[in-house]
Antibody, heavy 118, light 110 residues
Framework: EEQLLESGGTLIQPGGSLRLSCAASGFTLNNYPMSWVRQVPGKGLEWLSV????????YYADSVKGRFTISSDSSQNTLFLQMNSLRPEDTAIYYCAKDSTGTTLDSWGQGTLVTVSS | QSVLTQPPSVYAAPGQKVTISCSGS????????VSWYQQLPGTAPKLLIYDNNERPSGIPDRFSGSKSGTSATLGITGLQPGDEADYYCAAWDTSRSVYVFGTGTQVAVL
C-alpha cells in the first residue's frame, strides 16, 4: 500500500527557515513526479511545487519561487521542502502528493501544520 | 490565486444529483486533462476523477467527470450524506508551468 507521511511542521518566527519531510512507502518516490500542496485552514488548496524526471526538473508557484526548494533523497525514499524567509501568510497545512500521470495527484499524505508567527 | 473558477457551494436532497462546474482557460483546461479531488472534513484531499472522466479504483460510478473546451464538470448522482465535502478541480497550466486548483465547491446534502 502506498503511503506518504509528512513531518517537520512547527511554530516558527517570521523570517525563519524550516525543512519539511515526506517519507514514502510502498513505491519508489523518484519514479514519479512529486508535489507539495498547502492549505490555509478553512481555505482552498494551493499547489506549491513539483519535482519530476527523477529529480531533474522542478517547477514552483510564484508565491514561493526563490524562497522554497523541493528536493528528494532516494536512499531515504523521502521528499523535502526547504522553506526560507517564511512569512505569516505561509501558515498552512502542507501536504505532499504523488503524481501518477504528470497531472494527477493520486496519493496524499495526512499533512503537517506550519505556523509562522512571532 | 486560483485560476479555475468553481461555484462556492451546491446542495441537494439525498438521492438527487448535483453538478459542479470548473471554468478555466486555453492554457490549463483547454490544453490539459482535468482532475477532481474530494476533501472530507478534517482529512487530506483524495483523487476522485482523473484524465477528465476516469475514476480510480474504489470510486463509485455515482461520480463522473466531463470536459468541453475550457470548462469541466463533476457530476454526483444518488447523493449521500457521506458526500458532504469540498470538491476541487485541477489542471496543469502550460503557459505558466504550474498546477492550478479550482476555488473549491462545498457540497451540502439537505
Amino acid at each position: 500500500e502506498e503511503q506518504l507521511l509528512e513531518s517537520g511542521g512547527t511554530l516558527i518566527q517570521p523570517g525563519g527557515s524550516l525543512r519539511l519531510s515526506c517519507a514514502a512507502s510502498g513505491f519508489t518516490l523518484n519514479n514519479y513526479p512529486m508535489s507539495w500542496v498547502r492549505q490555509v485552514p478553512g481555505k482552498g488548496l494551493e499547489w506549491l511545487s513539483v519535482l519530476r524526471d527523477n529529480g531533474a526538473t522542478t517547477y514552483y508557484a510564484d508565491s514561493v519561487k526563490g524562497r522554497f526548494t523541493i528536493s528528494s533523497d532516494s536512499s531515504q525514499n523521502t521528499l523535502f521542502l526547504q522553506m526560507n524567509s517564511l512569512r505569516p501568510e505561509d501558515t498552512a497545512i502542507y501536504y505532499c502528493a504523488k503524481d501518477s500521470t504528470g497531472t494527477t495527484l493520486d496519493s496524499w499524505g495526512q499533512g503537517t501544520l506550519v505556523t509562522v508567527s512571532s | 490565486q486560483s485560476v479555475l473558477t468553481q461555484p462556492p457551494s451546491v446542495y441537494a436532497a439525498p438521492g438527487q444529483k448535483v453538478t459542479i462546474s470548473c471554468s478555466g482557460s486555453s492554457s490549463n483546461i483547454g490544453d490539459n486533462s482535468v482532475s477532481w479531488y474530494q476533501q472530507l472534513p478534517g482529512t487530506a484531499p483524495k483523487l476522485l476523477i482523473y484524465d477528465n472522466n476516469e475514476r480510480p479504483s474504489g470510486i463509485p460510478d455515482r461520480f463522473s467527470g466531463s470536459k468541453s473546451g475550457t470548462s469541466a464538470t463533476l457530476g454526483i448522482t444518488g447523493l449521500q450524506p457521506g458526500d458532504e465535502a469540498d470538491y476541487y478541480c485541477a489542471a496543469w497550466d502550460t503557459s505558466r508551468s504550474v498546477y492550478v486548483f479550482g476555488t473549491g465547491t462545498q457540497v451540502a446534502v439537505l
